[in-house]
């Protein structure tokens, strides 16, 4: 069974400073991987994906994440954090080939807070 | 265009009765699939629905129902409510209902918070 493991719960970063957060997968074959972003009270946004045309992928915002398959991992990063950034990250795995999980497995999230 | 909208927004419900949740997706999009998200157990796939047909399901006891209609709206119903149950339920609609699509994304609404006291 596929599952994603999100190191930190919580994570707290100087404005300005860069921000890492970490993400790892399991899965017996490449899935496709997603950063999502909820600010309090709202839905998830979509930060950016992962789907094997590219392991360097840049989202919105200024993220970008990659895929090291060595390492089953997906580390999101931003060079410089803002305090719009203060917000919940979420990664999640899909499987890419058909059959009956087509849903998105999710982390348990990260709190990132950035210090003025 | 306008993004996925869920009706109503919070909702306060006693233990015993039943709720039912609403969902407009994406103009265009055919995919609609449910989440409960709590504190505790985080982000949890509750069911899909392309095309009027629930095409997969997470595991949640039968209480936990959906359907879909023609115009791919959708609606969750939750019946003999358990405090368990209060959490933020959010809808996401996708354009391709088809696995393996890398344009696969799920667009998310803001969610609909249900209390159950």
């Known amino acids: 069974a596929q599952s994603v493991t999100q190191l930190g719960s919580h994570v707290s970063v100087s404005e300005g400073a860069l921000v890492l957060l970490r993400c790892n997968y399991s899965?017996?074959?490449?899935?496709?991987l997603f950063w999502y972003v909820q600010y309090p009270n709202q839905g998830l946004q979509l930060l950016l994906k992962y789907t094997s045309a590219a392991t360097l992928v840049k989202g919105i915002n200024g993220f970008e994440a990659e895929f090291k398959k060595s390492e089953t991992s997906f580390h999101l990063t931003k060079p410089s954090a803002h305090m719009s950034d203060a917000a919940e990250y979420f990664c999640?795995?899909?499987?890419?080939?058909?059959?009956?999980?087509?849903?998105?497995?999710f982390g348990k999230g990260t709190k990132l807070s950035v210090k003025p | 265009k306008a993004g996925v909208t869920q009706t109503p927004r919070y909702l306060i419900k006693t233990r015993g009765q039943q709720v039912t949740l609403s969902c407009s997706p994406i103009s265009g999009h055919r995919s609609v699939s449910w989440y409960q998200q709590t504190p505790g157990q985080g982000l949890q796939f509750l069911f899909e629905?392309?095309?009027?047909?629930?095409?997969n399901k997470g595991n949640f006891p039968g209480r936990f129902s959906g359907r879909q209609f023609s115009n791919s709206r959708s609606e969750m119903n939750v019946s003999t409510l358990e405090l368990g149950d209060s959490a933020l339920y959010l809808c996401?609609?996708?354009?391709?209902?088809?696995?393996?699509?890398?344009?696969?994304?799920?667009?998310f609404g803001p969610g609909t918070r249900l209390t159950v006291t």
């Open positions: 629905y392309f095309s009027e047909t629930q095409r």
């Open positions: 999640a795995v899909r499987m890419n080939y058909g059959g009956s999980q087509g849903n998105l497995i």
């Open positions: 996401a609609s996708s354009l391709w209902g088809r696995w393996g699509d890398p344009s696969y994304e799920q667009y």
């Open positions: 899965s017996s074959v490449p899935p496709y």
